[in-house]
């Protein structure tokens, strides 16, 4: 099963959430008290997947920087080898 692009579950997210919040009959204050709620239980969640998305994200780039590395050591190997069959074939 295809997975929703975020900006697709977003709004299918608010969707569901406005939907649920007028069918409730609940007055305005109970609604905002209770979404006050819920954000203050979900903050430190968020804080938390946002700081496991940084480090995967960081660990990422140093692969990606150690990968790059890796290669222009391996072209300069090559490319050292070239030149000194190159010298050999002169002298």
Known sequence: MARKPITVARRDYMAAVCEATNKSGLPAFVVVDVLEKVLSELRPA???????????????????????????????SVTDNDNDNDKESEG
Not at 47 to 69: C, I, M, P, S, V
């Open 46 to 76: 968020m804080d938390a997947e946002l700081k496991r998305d940084f480090a995967a994200y960081e660990a990422e780039k140093a692969k990606e920087t150690q990968e790059g590395g890796d290669s222009i050591a391996a072209l300069q």
